[in-house]
């Protein structure tokens, strides 16, 4: 059962409850130097370079986020309001509700039942030492300070810092449209993913902060479901604002979702034909999609030992005019992709298909051979 | 505890309605427990993956209604590929072959086929109501053989459905001798409807309440409904276009003025905005309001309509509204309990959108606010703090700045404090959806104050491991947590592995976890499911443990690894 929680507010302290789950966020808090201490994590092995940074770092986190939490309050910056008579009498101690004191010795034999599988190294070994650091990368750059303007070292930047600076400018919202498309549509596993919070070359001073404030926010990159609209309704607008903007004349909406179908697979998939901008990224993306299919043996769930194709090997497949890609127009018909340039495409697509070449051949005369060209 | 006999027991428990409260008595005693099952009706299933219909079946014999919720929340955002699962095929066909009597389904985010609908509408005699939100894979097929093979059905209910329209036809299964019906909608029907038998069956239900349209149906067969169906409580119409000086319209308009039960309205899919003064006369009277497809209305005539709406408790409204909009809001309707403001261009620039200060207007205007889902360009710390002072009520607040991580745009710092008030002041707060730049800071807050949360949303927030710790170390009625794009890892998600049992559900994706993380958590829990999603990396057999783990998505479970999952779904 795991252990029940902190009881903050009256000042209790369960301390065999907090001593239990406590471990590991002692490990966290004190990241590089709690693990330098007990050498548990092991992670002065694997990056002893990194993990230097990665201590002071995480100890200047605590003790400011230990001093931000007795400065704890709800008014406006400035302004003594009444809402602080709400809060814990008393200072709120951070550390009165996690102790992320280094602890007493038996804390390490106590560490969480389930975790410890017998073999603490082996944690440690897969337990990257790299996300440590990507963590504490994420951290730094979260804020992204200019610390020119103030004497600081880069250590020190970090969130802790906010109550009281007023020389700090974080410009994060001016997003130069260079940061904006590293939001990808995919996230990979990679650092990029956390740099987008990071702003790319920007400058610190008050103009852009106010420029940004009063002039409209550069157009956004598309990061995959987001904002959180279901996609009913964000396909339902993009079709009435559609209707509607064609007497306006305003640029046409976000997303259009079409079905793509493919010879032989055992269910469809969806695509944003808004995501791309040429035949060749629609062409790429659906390669990657329907890669896992092989020619007439689908794979079935669960089904073990079956053959996984590659997506290059799709894409052979592909320009050796196996397959042909095909849409239904707003009339009805069946069409051949790359025939019409892309804008027009976009508005008169309604589905997709991935036909087989061989019964493509009615479709027009030198299908096969168009295939190869185009796709 | 023998002192009563069990039909007395069973009468009291009559008397309970809600699901936990049932739940909580079957726990008393094994002679509650017993009594308690045989007399249950109505089961919500809040995850189809934590039980099986077989066990379900068996535990409740006398079972009538049955909610069933498919794939995680996240789904709605295509974040979960397509085969995840939740097929509903399984529930009916175990149903179908047991002696249940079902007399209702309602089922959100599931995968139901034509031929679920075929066998669900053939065997169950006295089957009266099918709901469906959010879900998907079926046609009109389906629902023709719903019309058709139902013969006491009361509701038809289709709410944002994909739905595959093959034709105007199946309303036309409906036979001539059914009657019975109270509630149709199938405004989420995207194809053409076949008018006259549209007419002819509102026409042959006099019980019918409640009526949603499509974007088919235009003026002149809504003026016809509505002669039909004066009692009509709730009214979703059609293509709302019509030329205001033609003869369709004046009727229209003399007709709405019999509709005195109207009190919620709908629809507007197609809208010409000079049509709309036909409707203030029942905008008195409503108490509930979604203009929220209603694209083709604008600012002014948004306002112009919301200034007769002074008795609304819900509304749903589109961005375009404006602060000034809102203020107008504000000032007009002060019983408003539920407000949502969705974006009208997601991707765009929102010249209209709406800021902080439409949401403080509301807050002075709306103390009984209760429910929010509000997307806005910015938000300030501030204005939260207002909001928080003046509605202490909330029990779902969700707020979404368009852009996922901007700071207050005044002070340039994060939203921690803003919604560390939020959750403060309102102690009884159960949904909670965050936006903007945040720290784990305002997770502290979060596992300090927010005591009642049942359902906490998190995207692009957070520094570190921390900030998920709080989370689940603080909140107690923790049931469903989803995370996206977060700094959290293995540290956080393997601190307290038994709180899992005590919740739903778990999503994180493109967070910090690893293989490795999700790969140990499995083995030490095994009731509960831990599924990886991996679309594009197919991870094999032999993928490194420190790899990051794109979705994780992990649930209690009573059944172990469902047999249904698709190729990239790896169950740990």
């Known amino acids: 059962m795991s252990p029940p929680l902190l009881r903050a507010v009256e000042g ?75 809060l814990n009498t008393g200072k709120l101690d951070e550390k009165s509700l996690f102790p992320l004191l280094p602890s007493k010795e038996g804390i390490c034999s106590s560490i969480q039942k389930n975790v410890v599988s017998g073999n603490k190294r082996g944690f440690s070994d897969t337990m990257d030492g790299f996300s440590e650091v990507k963590n504490s990368v994420y951290t730094a750059g979260n804020w992204m300070f200019n610390a020119a303007s103030e004497s600081e070292s880069p250590q020190s930047v970090e969130q802790g810092k906010f109550p009281g600076n007023s020389g700090m400018n974080v410009v994060l919202s001016s997003r130069p449209s260079g940061a904006q498309s590293s939001i990808m549509k995919e996230f990979p596993g990679n650092l990029l993913q956390e740099h987008h919070r990071a702003t790319i070359g920007t400058s610190h001073d008050h103009k852009t902060v106010s420029n940004n404030n009063s002039s409209a926010p550069a157009p956004k990159a598309q990061v995959v479901g987001w904002p959180p609209i279901r996609s009913f309704r964000k396909n339902s607008l993009a079709t009435t604002s559609k209707n509607n903007d064609e007497v306006d004349g305003k640029p046409g909406p976000g997303v259009l979702f079409v079905k793509v179908s493919m010879d032989g697979a055992p269910y469809q998939r969806k695509v944003d034909l808004r995501l791309y901008a040429a035949y060749q990224e629609l062409s790429t993306a659906l390669e990657k999609m329907f890669s896992c299919f092989t020619i007439g043996q689908c794979g079935s769930r669960g089904a073990p030992g079956k053959e996984m194709m590659s997506e290059s090997k799709l894409r052979d497949l592909l320009h050796g005019s196996e397959y042909v890609l095909t849409y239904e127009d707003k009339d009805g018909d069946w069409m051949l992709v790359g025939d019409v340039p892309w804008e027009m495409f976009i508005d008169s697509c309604k589905r997709l298909k991935i036909m087989k070449g061989s019964d493509a051949i009615g479709l027009a005369p030198r299908a096969v051979e168009k295939s190869t060209n185009r796709i | 505890m023998n002192y009563f006999p069990d039909e007395v027991l069973e009468h009291v428990f009559d008397f309970l309605t809600s699901h936990r ?191 949603r349209l499509n974007r088919a149906v235009p003026l002149e067969t809504l003026q016809k409904i509505l002669m039909r169906a004066p009692l009509l409580v709730d009214l979703g119409t059609g293509s709302y276009v019509h030329d205001p000086d033609s003869e369709t319209y004046n009727k229209l308009k003399t007709t709405i003025l019999k509709c005195k039960s109207i009190r919620n309205l709908s629809g507007f899919l197609e809208v010409a905005p000079r049509c709309l003064p036909a409707i203030f006369p029942i905008c008195l009277n409503l108490t509930s309001l979604n203009l929220s497809y209603a694209a083709g209305i604008h600012g002014s005539e948004l306002i112009k309509l919301i200034r007769h709406c002074a008795k609304l408790q819900r509304l749903w409204i589109l961005d375009c509204i404006g602060d000034k909009g809102l203020e107008v809001v504000a000032s007009t309707c002060n019983e408003l309990q539920e407000l949502r403001v969705f974006p009208s261009d997601p991707f765009g620039v929102g010249h209209d959108a709406v800021t902080e200060n439409g949401l403080v207007a509301i807050s ?115 049931r469903k947590l989803e995370i996206r794009d977060c700094p959290f890892g293995n540290m956080a998600l393997l601190s307290d592995v038994g709180k899992y049992e005590t919740m739903r559900s778990l999503w994180m994706s493109s967070c910090e976890v690893t293989l490795w993380g999700c790969k140990t958590l499995a083995k030490v829990m095994p009731r509960l499911n831990v599924e990886i999603i991996n679309e594009h990396d197919q991870m094999e057999i032999c993928a490194e443990d420190g790899q990051r783990v794109e979705k994780m998505y992990l649930y209690r479970t009573l059944v172990g690894p469902r047999k249904d999952a698709p190729e990239f779904v790896w169950n740990l």
Not at chain 2, 43 to 68: D, M, Q
Not at chain 2, 191 to 201: D, F, H, K
Not at chain 2, 371 to 387: G, R
Not at chain 2, 410 to 430: E, H, N, W, Y
């Open chain 2, 21 to 211: 409260d049932r739940n909580a008595v079957s726990l008393v005693c094994s002679l509650w427990y017993r009594v308690e099952r045989f007399s249950r009706q109505r089961v919500f299933i809040g995850n189809c993956y934590a039980i099986s219909p077989e066990k379900l079946i068996t535990r409740f014999p006398g079972l009538k209604s049955l909610t069933l919720k498919g794939k995680p929340h996240f789904a709605d955002f295509n974040l979960v590929p397509y085969d995840w699962g939740g097929y509903v095929q399984p529930w009916i066909e175990a149903l179908a072959k047991s002696r249940i009597g079902l007399e209702e389904l309602r089922l959100k985010r599931m995968v139901v086929s034509d031929d679920s609908l075929e066998l669900l509408s053939r065997s169950f005699a006295n089957f009266k109501t099918l709901v469906l939100v959010s879900c998907e894979g079926f046609t009109t097929d389906g629902l023709a053989a719903i019309a058709a093979n139902c013969r006491f059905l009361r509701e038809l209910d289709l709410q944002e459905n994909e739905i595959d329209d093959h034709s105007g036809h199946w309303l036309s299964c409906f036979p001539d001798s059914c009657t019975s019906l109270t509630s149709l909608n199938f405004a989420c029907l995207k194809g053409e409807i076949n008018l006259a038998s549209l007419e002819r069956l509102v026409a042959r239900s006099p019980n019918l309440r409640s009526l």
């Open chain 2, 364 to 478: 002075i205007g709306c103390p009984k606010l209760h429910s929010l889902l509000y997307f806005c360009q910015q938000m300030t710390n501030a204005a939260l703090i207002t909001v928080a002072r003046n509605c202490p009520n909330f029990i779902r607040f969700r707020l979404c700045i368009l852009d996922p991580t901007r700071p207050d745009p005044v002070t340039m710092k994060p939203l921690d404090d803003g919604f560390g008030a939020i959750v403060q002041s309102c102690k009884l707060l159960r949904r909670l959806s965050l936006s903007g730049l945040l720290t784990d800071q305002v997770f502290l807050y979060i596992g300090m104050y927010a005591e009642q949360l049942e359902m906490l949303s998190v995207a692009f927030a957070g520094d570190s491991d921390k900030g998920m710790l709080y989370v689940l170390n603080g909140c107690k009625k923790l």
């Open chain 1, 12 to 86: 209790e302290q369960s301390d065999v409850s907090l001593v239990a789950s406590s471990p590991t966020v002692d490990s966290i808090s004190q990241n590089g130097s709690g693990l330098k201490e007990r050498n548990y994590m092991g992670l002065s092995d694997c990056s002893s370079v990194d993990s230097s940074a990665v201590s002071s770092l995480s100890e200047e986190k605590n003790n400011n986020l230990n001093l931000k939490a007795t400065e704890l309050r709800l008014g406006l910056p400035g302004s003594q309001s009444p809402e602080r008579s709400l």
